[in-house]
């Protein structure tokens, strides 16, 4: 007999966090039909009535009680960072799985507490490390993985934005956790990491600066970083983040992965935020594995959605957000004493 197809349901959802990237997310995950949008919370009255306008029929509250009240299956987080870690541990704790924007904490321990509440709770913990849902990345990885490259032995990977954040909560290290490398630098370091199957992290070094000069506490946030990753498999990644750097264009993002039998690489074109492509090298020869359009912004919280919708409950690879986190905070270590 045909194995029968896992039962799913559309999961009655809540959006707490509605200013931009909460709203835009919301807009494309509605627009997969994935899911039921029962109720939206943001202190900010403007914000509310925008996500209101593109989910009308969902009940609308201030704070994360109003949306646990509503009975949802889930709970997405776009807040500023320092609320992350209480508000998806309370979300657990009621019985909702949680999908969160980066950082899942402004440390390891909050990361840590975070996923122990997913453990307890038998929750679905998601994160929203969106550029692993690119096509081009999708396509390093493969290329990495199946080893047509050979062993790889070092990488590098760059985040350069012409702009900062345009609110004041980033720019404060007690709420923020940290500048560019909490909110750039993060996504880089857990791409080398995936692409390469999360291997040891060995040996950390690392440079900040604010405004040109060199960081020696943590009572700012950085604008540049230069770190150097080394790894158990014997690899070192370089990876380089700022913002609003002279960089002649918005933004310079790349990852190249260098093999003992060639390259794969993922860039921004244009200087764009959004359109990337992918390529696999062999010594002068370049081959193109992916290019615009992608529409891959929603992927991460649409991929969650579908888990959810299986009935999917704690995912051990949560752990690995944990590494994340305490890799980003060597980082800062490193910096510090050096």
């Known amino acids: ?15 707490l966090g509605l200013g931009w990237i909460g709203r835009l997310r919301m807009q494309a995950l509605a627009d997969t039909g994935l899911a039921e949008i029962v109720a939206l919370a943001d202190p900010v009255a403007e914000c509310l009535a925008e996500a209101h306008a593109l989910a009308p029929g969902a009940a609308r ?3 994360l009680d109003d949306l646990l009240a509503e009975g949802c299956d889930g709970i997405v987080i776009a807040t500023p960072s320092a609320l992350h870690a209480g508000q998806t541990i309370a ?36 994160l929203d490390l969106c550029y692993r849902h690119t096509a081009a990345m999708q396509a390093v990885r493969e ?19 012409a702009y900062g954040p345009d609110k004041p909560w980033f720019y404060d290290p007690a709420l923020s956790g940290g500048g560019c490398v909490m909110d750039l630098g993060v996504h880089l370091v ?32 950085e604008d540049y970083a230069i770190v150097t990753l ?20 918005d933004a310079v993002i790349g990852a190249d992965f260098h093999g003992t039998r060639g390259g794969v690489s993922m860039r921004n074109r244009g200087g764009s935020f959004f359109d990337f492509e992918a390529r ?52 800062y270590d490193a910096a510090l004493v050096s």
């Open 1 to 15: 007999m045909p194995l029968e197809a896992p039962q799913t349901t559309r999961p009655r959802l809540g959006f």
């Open 61 to 63: 509250g201030g704070d």
């Open 91 to 126: 979300a657990l704790t009621h019985g909702a799985a949680v999908f969160c924007q980066k950082p899942l904490g402004r440390d390891p321990g909050e990361a840590a507490r975070a996923v122990a509440a997913a453990q307890a709770a038998d929750r679905l913990l998601g």
């Open 143 to 161: 290329i990495v993985r199946q080893g047509d490259i050979g062993a790889v032995f070092a990488a590098d990977l760059v985040f350069h934005n």
């Open 190 to 221: 857990d791409l080398a990491l995936w692409v390469l199957d999360f291997p040891p992290v060995t040996g950390v070094s690392a440079q900040l600066f604010a405004g040109g000069q060199s960081l020696a506490a943590r009572d700012r946030v």
């Open 230 to 249: 080394e790894l158990g498999s014997g690899a070192v990644v370089r990876i380089a983040c700022s913002w609003n750097l002279s960089a002649g264009r």
């Open 280 to 331: 696999h090298h062999t010594g002068t020869a370049s081959r193109l594995l992916a290019e615009p359009p992608d529409d891959w912004g929603g992927r991460a919280l649409a991929e969650w959605t579908r888990r959810l919708a299986r009935g999917e409950g704690h995912d051990p690879a949560a752990e690995n957000l944990v590494e994340l986190s305490r890799v980003v905070n060597r980082i």
